[in-house]
């Protein structure tokens, strides 16, 4: 079978075969009625500013899918944050991309949705390790859309090996649960004995600490077995025996480090959210996150006509008029006509990313890290 898991070919996106049925039948009623007419479109999530920022990613993939098209192509930077007004702007004649409607978004809102969550994650421990584990929440073909948000956003690794592959990144972990019960309780020596002398010696050592007994007492137990071998333990305590985790996390430091294990990091996961983090971030090395990122809600955006002919258009709800954003000294998000004066401390935002067809933008996924946690910064990011 040339399609087994009946997902949507590359090929299919790139001819404009993705898209919702409505669009084809538009084109069949342009046609018919001889229309074509040359507009401006643009991509919004809110109107006006909202006071909550997102990230935008996914826009390496859409200059992709407008390479070869008679169009011009504006768009922010690949993670950069926006908060209202245009993430990018089509100019050109109408048939050149109406069928591109559907994975234009999709490139988009999903991919977005993913890095604002990670982000939030990274900035709610800023010094520890967080890695991107929730590929097993996520249909496979979108694996390597969830961990390139992850390290946009700014996590420090991710779990899927095939996305590794793809990102030229070498996916990483710890240790799951099934291996601990393939040898089974009272044999978890022997399974992180097993782990240390199988595995190449590039893989951290992190024993897994949760699975039959309290973390404390199989910390104890991984440090006394593999001793300077052990570079950590994970700590997944499932919710329903968590309690005080905080408390749980301090315990295992004090008594590993009563013992001279003062090198063991801790590792957290399982269910963890940016309040969950925050109070564990001066107390666990590191975190492993996985549902608050692929959980997260797509942003929202549309595509709408906002110039026909050169004239303003636009539907009920809708701005009419070609835009521009701005960022504003103050960290501010400022959105206006193109045809009005910018404000005075305004940086433009929206760039070239395709003119007539061709890609004019390098994508450096280190650049858009910078860029995402600088905005960040700049604009005061905080979901807390
Ligand atoms: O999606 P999240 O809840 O944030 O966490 C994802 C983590 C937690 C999960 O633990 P288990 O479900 O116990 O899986 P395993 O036994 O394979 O560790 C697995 O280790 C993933 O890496």
């Known amino acids: 079978m040339s399609n087994p898991f009946e997902t949507v070919p590359a090929t299919a996106i790139l001819e404009g075969d993705a898209t919702d049925a409505y669009f084809e039948r538009t084109r069949a009623t342009l046609e018919h009625a001889g229309k074509n007419p040359r507009v401006v479109a643009e991509v919004t999530a809110d109107q006006f500013p909202t006071g909550e920022f997102d990230v935008f990613t996914g826009v390496k993939d859409v200059a992709t899918l407008f390479e070869g098209r008679g169009v011009d192509v504006d768009a922010l930077p690949d993670g950069q944050l926006f908060d209202g007004g245009p993430v990018l702007r089509i100019e050109g004649p109408y048939l050149a991309f109406a069928e591109l409607e559907t994975s234009l978004l999709g490139f988009l809102s999903q991919p977005s949705g993913f890095a604002t969550a990670a982000l939030e994650a990274r900035l709610a421990a800023p010094e520890s390790l967080v890695l ?225 067809g061709e890609i004019i933008r390098e994508f450096e996924l280190a650049d858009a890290t910078d860029r995402c946690l600088a905005d960040a910064e700049a604009v005061g990011f905080d979901r807390s």
């Open 132 to 356: 991107s584990f929730g590929a097993r929440h996520v249909h496979p073909s979108i694996a390597t859309t969830v961990e390139r948000a992850a390290l946009l956003a700014g996590l420090d690794g991710f779990s899927h090996v095939a996305a590794g592959e793809i990102l030229g990144r070498e996916a990483g972990g710890t240790m799951p649960h099934a291996l601990m019960f393939c040898f089974g309780e009272g044999n978890q020596a022997e399974a992180w004995t097993a782990f240390d002398e199988a595995v190449g010696e590039e893989v951290p050592r992190i024993a897994l600490v949760d699975t039959f007994w309290d973390e404390k007492s199989e910390s104890l137990l991984a440090a006394e077995t593999l001793g300077d071998d052990l570079d950590g333990v994970r700590i997944d305590t499932t919710s329903s025996r968590r309690g005080d985790f905080r408390h749980i996390i301090r315990e295992v430091r004090w008594e590993l480090d009563a013992r001279g294990h003062e090198d063991v990091d801790i590792f957290c996961s399982g269910g963890l959210e940016p309040e969950t983090i925050r109070p564990l971030r001066d107390v666990a090395d590191g975190f492993g996150v996985g549902s608050h990122i692929t959980g997260a809600d797509s942003v929202d955006f549309s595509l709408d006509i906002v110039e026909i002919e050169g004239k303003p258009i636009s539907k009920r709800g809708k701005l009419s008029g070609v835009k521009e954003v701005y960022r504003t000294a103050d960290g501010g998000h400022h959105v206006a006509l193109a045809d009005r004066e910018e404000p005075s401390d305004g940086e433009l935002l929206l760039e070239p990313l395709v003119r007539d």
